[in-house]
């Protein structure tokens, strides 16, 4: 599949999210997009200390429930990750569903998850909808930075805003479509840049903190 460069046309954007999702994962600020996931083999890398279910009282206030985030361990290294409440009324949006990598670059450890699938009513799944819409939708990536000490889990996402500042005043660095806040640039150029500026970047909110759930 060939993308337009940026610069050269506007990509409508049909995101494979939940917007919602987007919201409590990054803050109230945008997080930035990826079009290209930041695992490869050389760089993926299994903690098996995130395994298990945890809380985050952010992300409880969000949705004003309770919510359990349950890790598992997938194939090839991935993780699936289901954030779910524990009591739900018909039409919430009762499950969403993510595929995730841990990667090291740079001496960081990053996370890359991209949504898979979400329950949004009692029996009507996001992986239902008929083909003449799944055709429109693209799967894209969020990365943050994440350090597992003892039982908790901390989160940072990348700002978009920060991003975009970042490029307007180095725009050879990255090809990013500031309408959907999405970068295009290819995988091998992504992890370049978290090994040279995953240290530094800006944060989209105050860190996202899990908590081990007895």
Same mark, same amino acid.
């Given at each position: ?24 994962? +990054? ?14 083999? &050389? ?75 979400? @329950? ?5 799944? @996001?992986?239902? @909808? ?13 990365? +943050? ?12 996402? @990348? ?5 975009? &500042? ?31 500026? +995953? ?5 989209? &909110? ?9």
């Amino acid at each position: 599949m060939t993308f337009p460069r940026k610069g050269t046309v506007t990509i409508r954007v049909m995101l494979l999210v939940v917007l919602a999702a987007l919201v409590v994962i +990054g803050g109230c600020d945008p997080v930035t997009l990826f079009l290209e996931p930041i695992e490869s083999s &050389e760089v993926r890398i299994r903690e098996d200390a995130i395994l298990g279910r945890w809380t985050s009282e952010g992300l409880s206030d969000f949705f004003d429930n309770d919510m359990i985030v349950a890790i598992d361990g997938g194939r090839r290294g991935a993780y699936t990750i289901n954030i779910s409440q524990k009591e739900f009324e018909p039409g919430d949006i009762n499950d969403l569903i993510f595929n995730s990598y841990l990667v090291t670059l740079g001496n960081r450890t990053f996370i890359d998850i991209v949504q898979k699938d979400a @329950l949004l009513k009692i029996g009507h799944r @996001l992986n239902d @909808l008929p083909d003449t819409i799944r055709r429109h939708t693209l799967p894209v990536h969020i990365v +943050g930075r994440i350090d597992v000490e003892g039982e908790t889990i901390t989160v940072e996402w @990348l700002s978009a805003e920060w991003l975009q &500042e970042y490029l307007e005043a180095h725009p050879a660095e990255l090809e990013y479509l500031k309408e959907s806040l999405l970068v295009i640039s290819d995988r091998e150029t992504v992890q370049n840049f978290l090994v040279a500026h +995953g240290k530094e970047w800006a944060t989209s &909110e105050e860190p996202w903190i899990f908590e081990r759930v007895e």
